[in-house]
């Protein structure tokens, strides 16, 4: 990343139900940098860097971790950094 790009955060509470298709959801939108998920206690569950260009093949063991972490937890919120708007 240059150092003249900015990156913008967002931040999302979801209950482990709705984790996996809010993760699809922000993957699609195709302009997140990383995704970050924490568990009720705010500690970093799981961290995922999005590369530029992910295709589905990359993008199945994410939502398969995503799914297997979606049982283990009831309330989570999930962070993601986009690119910055220029």
């Known amino acids: 990343m240059e150092d003249n790009e900015k990156s913008n955060w967002e931040s999302f ?3 482990g139900e709705e984790l996996l298709e809010k993760v ?3 993957v699609k939108e195709g ?5 970050i998920i924490k568990n009720e ?5 799981v ?7 992910a295709i589905g093949i ?6 398969a971790a995503v799914g297997a972490l979606a049982a283990l937890v009831s ?5 993601v950094e986009k690119k910055g708007e220029e």
């Open 13 to 15: 509470k979801v209950t």
């Open 24 to 26: 699809k959801e922000i």
């Open 31 to 35: 302009n997140a940098r990383r995704i």
């Open 41 to 45: 206690e705010d500690e970093v569950v």
């Open 47 to 53: 961290e995922f860097p999005m590369t530029v260009g």
């Open 58 to 63: 990359v993008l199945a063991p994410l939502f």
């Open 75 to 79: 309330n989570c919120t999930i962070e």
